[in-house]
């Protein structure tokens, strides 16, 4: 397998764009070869296959969707991250709605399933850990439930944006955070 | 078009069946006639293209997801009807999935997009009105919350069923009724 790192990456966002404009079943390797505009039979030669590249896109959206480490810096207002992760869920939609794509796929595919597990489960854990030592408000539950409430907002957001037309986002963002953290508004 | 009820509904439970195993792409007029074991050509004389066939299963979704009218009888408690909501989720998998499915083909298909943003919306409306009428616990921007922390449990439920083993939904529910709500627990 070729390892240029840059080309690697290149070739991992080309696919999460077919991803998002094909849906799975759209995503062949040949796919990705003319979404990066590069030959024919590059991708096979950085991945042994679909399954493989799969599980690569799921550990390159995470680099695509990296918090900025200035928007944790100071005084980290929960509210504040929440509406930044909204925002930059809204710039990077195409990584969000290609890992839906991977969420329905692994339904499908036991190897992908575990991986994607894995992968969830640890994110998640380190969310949980980070918010309780920065000493933000909210328990343990509240930040999971918090997590969820974010994970419908963003899935209603990214896939029927006209859907809470009537509610608007930032003071639901507001309430969810003072409610599920039980913070003093 | 045809018009036999029962064989219509037949042929669009094949197509949920069909979009959640196959994703959306493996969704053709064809794949539901070998689904629903029916001759070839039988589905394409109940709706005129792809299109249709797509806005059909959605209003499908629909009459397989309705709440039995003893679950929101008596007195009924949110906690309790969550809870239900979600064991209903679990027993109709596949129509939440192809749901996600109708999302993601959406955000490729403008008529599909208008056809499923003024269904979620008529239904959010309605819940939040029947919750409101009903005089149970909690205001109009909790309401719209609990939807949302509601789908995030069910995506996460559906697709990544041991992301939450760490976090038992019983309790998760309960407190996610208690604070968005504002009930005394």
């Known amino acids: 397998m070729r390892q240029n790192p840059q080309r690697r990456a290149v070739l ?3 696919a999460i764009e077919v991803l998002a404009r094909e849906g799975s079943r759209g995503l062949t390797l040949r796919a990705v070869d003319a979404e990066a505009g590069v030959p024919t ?3 096979s030669n950085y991945f042994a296959n679909r399954a493989q590249l799969l599980v690569q896109i799921l550990h390159r959206t995470r680099e695509r969707l990296l918090p900025d480490p200035a928007d944790a810096a100071g005084s980290p207002d929960t509210k504040v991250l929440l509406a930044r992760l909204l925002d930059r869920a809204r710039r ?4 969000h709605i290609a890992m839906l794509e991977l969420r329905l796929e692994a339904t499908r595919r036991p190897e992908l399933q575990a991986e ?3 992968f969830l489960r640890a994110e998640l854990e380190a ?3 980070w918010h309780l030592e920065t000493g933000l408000p909210g328990d343990r ?3 999971v439930l918090l997590y969820l409430a974010m994970l419908g907002l963003m899935v209603d957001d990214l896939t029927v944006p006209t859907l809470l037309d009537d509610h608007p986002v930032a003071p639901l963002i507001e309430t ?3 409610r599920l953290l039980e913070e003093q508004p």
């Open 41 to 43: 039979g590059t991708t």
């Open 141 to 143: 539950r509240g930040v």
């Open 92 to 95: 990077e939609r195409n990584v």
């Open 176 to 178: 969810m955070a003072e």
């Open 12 to 14: 991992l966002d080309a």
């Open 116 to 118: 994607l597990a894995g």
């Open 127 to 129: 969310n949980v850990a």
